[in-house]
């Protein structure tokens, strides 16, 4: 049995109205992931600037840095998605994390989750063990939610209250925010937590 982590309704809102705008292309950002009362639980989920095509994404380096600075010590999570595939993270999103993985030290931990529109989810730690042989060790979790707490009847339910009402002003805010910060491109270096400065790790 897989371990679980929650994600906040509103943060899961949020991830999809980005997606649903986002067409084909793929999207990315940031986020928080908390240790809780409850157990872990992804607090806050960040969409940065950045690049996105139907096959990879970059997160603009100047912005995750803004991010970092704004939220010291706290981001542990890139979030991206995969909206017309699986979930299964591409080699390129392992070099993503093994990249990142580098900077980090003894006994922190970086999480991975990624998103489709049929629903599906798949959720990763990443933990530094520091040695030799063992540098990481990775974990699957499961993502849940407090809403309905499934993702069986698939992504857009969140998109409704629980009386079936559309969340309608809170989405398009969600949308509008999307189209302020994609960059149209045709072509993506594959830049996922903001690697060019490396601002972001923990000191």
């Known amino acids: 049995m897989k371990p679980e982590v929650f994600i906040d309704t509103e943060e899961l809102i949020k991830i999809y109205s980005w ?9 990315s950002g940031l986020g928080i992931m908390e240790n809780t009362k409850e157990g872990m639980r992804v607090t806050k989920a960040i969409l940065c600037k950045h690049k996105g095509t139907s096959g990879g994404v970059d997160i603009d380096a100047d912005a995750a840095a803004e991010v970092y600075k704004k939220y010291p010590n706290k981001i542990n999570v890139w979030w991206h998605t995969h909206p017309t595939f699986g979930v299964t993270p591409s080699a390129t999103d392992v ?24 629903g599906e989810t798949k959720c990763q730690m990443w933990y530094k063990m520091g040695f030799p042989v063992f540098d990481t060790i990775k974990k699957d979790l499961e993502l849940k939610t407090d809403f309905k707490n499934n993702f069986t009847i698939g992504p857009y339910i969140f998109l409704e209250d629980n009386k079936g009402k559309q969340l309608t002003d809170r989405v398009k805010a969600y949308k509008a925010e999307f189209r302020a910060k994609k960059e149209k491109s045709s072509f ?4 996922g937590w903001g690697h060019q400065t490396h601002l972001y790790n923990d000191k």
């Open 95 to 118: 070099r993503e994390m093994d990249e990142t993985m580098k900077f980090l030290k003894k006994d922190q931990f970086r999480i991975m989750l990624i998103l489709n529109k049929k």
């Open 19 to 27: 997606m649903e705008e986002a067409g084909s292309d793929e999207s």
């Open 188 to 191: 993506v270096t594959y830049n």
